[in-house]
């Protein structure tokens, strides 16, 4: 299987982009590199009565169309390059859906599940501590992302304004609602996937009713499933995994009875009427729409000519190798990338936002139609992109961000 430097993954795919746009030399290196890159180390009183030194980050990619927007990431394994790397990919990922926001990205090296929630807490407070001159709803707003909550974001809000003496509920996003958080947040990446599934089925004349399976059935492949079902009419769901085990049935599972199994027992495996398969054999069923929501690098050169879905939704982040990437697009595989399948996380992010800064909370159908329009939208301009430039959909989505990007580069005089 590929091994990958996730930065050096997306630095390859920028260059790609800006073939196809006949960008200048300046403009691919101002792209090809974060703008700031803030590496600093904080103290933490533990349970036990010891300080600990935790490492830590914060990118800020590139801010040409807006504040950076991202995640911050507690992680045992974070590297300065998977930070560097999905820092890009939310630049490109906020540009593709037309959102006025840059990209940014944040993590702090240590293993959550060793802290207790005290320790969590300081944790989040001591890294607000250090960045608090860097961050601001004008400059750099953050939200979770991996082993990371919206209590997470409650602690750190609350040290921010601590810091600044001043209320500003708009610097986190996917905060609780009874601290600035907004309806529709909870589900917004399936929802974001699943409207995106929609339109290509329109245009690829796929049926939506078919099968498809689901690897990954955490928070983002638990609302796929339902959301399949509720925004795509039908669907029969065949297959999903998650990190114990993967589970069958070609009749079809209950979306509604999984999800409440696997949130009461903590795994799919043994939910009545299933029978275990290998992951590798879930990924290459025969089904209309396959959702990857797990891990990176899931398809590769080793299993992409088994795939035999004619759509695959990626609700994970970098689930396809590039070489994958190559060989779906020659066996006529439709892949809606991850920057724009899963951009309806970030697109509720900025409805929280602009909510936060009126003071003005929208109702929950107000904020499905704005995604659904944002969304669809998008889709299509990708989709022409694949037909204006003859690429493959991932190609065509950072073509498409890469050039809106580069324009208001351009128009500020940076380049």
């Not at 600035?180 to 245009?203: L, N, P, Q, S, Y």
């Not at 035999?308 to 190798?321: D, H």
Request: aromatic letters at 8%; one cysteine or more.
């Amino acid at each position: 299987m590929e091994s990958y430097n996730s930065f050096k993954v997306a630095q390859q795919q920028i260059l790609e982009a800006a073939k196809i746009l006949n960008l200048d030399e300046a403009t691919i290196e101002l792209l090809s590199w974060p703008q700031k890159e803030i590496k600093f180390t904080f103290p933490v009183k533990l349970d036990n009565g010891k300080v600990k030194i935790f490492h830590a980050y914060r990118i800020q990619y590139n801010t040409a169309r807006g504040p950076a927007k991202g995640g911050i990431r507690f992680h045992p394994d974070e590297t300065v390059d998977t930070i560097r790397a999905l820092a890009g990919w939310m630049t490109w990922k906020t540009a593709v859906v037309d959102l006025p926001l840059g990209g940014g990205k944040g993590g702090v090296v240590c293993n959550p599940k060793l802290l207790s929630e005290r320790e969590l807490e300081n944790l989040s407070r001591g890294y607000i501590r250090a960045i608090a001159q860097f961050i601001g709803v004008d400059t750099d707003i953050p939200a979770p992302d991996v082993y990371t909550n919206p209590q997470t974001m409650a602690w750190m809000m609350d040290e921010y304004e601590t810091i600044l003496h001043a209320h500003q509920p708009g610097v986190f996003t996917d905060k609780p609602q009874q601290i600035g958080g907004t309806e529709g947040r909870r589900d917004a990446t399936a929802r974001g996937g699943v409207i995106t599934v929609r339109e290509a089925c329109k245009i690829l004349d796929v049926d939506p009713a078919g099968k498809f399976a689901i690897q990954g059935f955490g928070n983002a492949g638990q609302r796929a499933a339902l959301l399949h079902h509720e925004l795509l009419g039908a669907g029969k769901l065949i297959a999903v995994s998650d990190s114990r085990g993967a589970i069958y049935n070609p009749d079809g599972f209950d979306s509604t009875e999984l999800v409440q199994y696997k949130l009461k027992t903590g795994s799919v495996l043994n939910f009545h009427g299933s029978k275990p398969i290998s992951h590798e054999s879930l990924l290459e069923l025969d089904v209309n729409i396959l959702y990857p929501a797990a891990l990176e690098n899931a398809i590769s050169s080793a299993n992409a000519n088994n795939i035999k879905a004619k759509i695959v939704c990626e609700l994970a982040n970098g689930p396809t190798t590039p070489e994958a990437d190559l060989i779906l697009s020659k066996k006529g595989i439709h892949v809606i990338p991850d920057i724009l399948a899963s951009a309806g996380g970030v697109t509720v992010s900025y409805f929280e936002m602009v909510q936060d800064k009126y003071s003005y909370f929208w109702d929950e159908d107000v904020v499905h139609k704005r995604l659904d329009q944002k969304l669809t939208k998008a889709y299509h301009r990708v989709y022409e992109a694949v037909k204006e430039k003859n690429v493959h959909p991932r190609l065509a989505a950072m073509v498409v961000g890469v050039a809106r990007v580069a324009e208001a580069c351009k128009l500020r005089g940076w380049v």
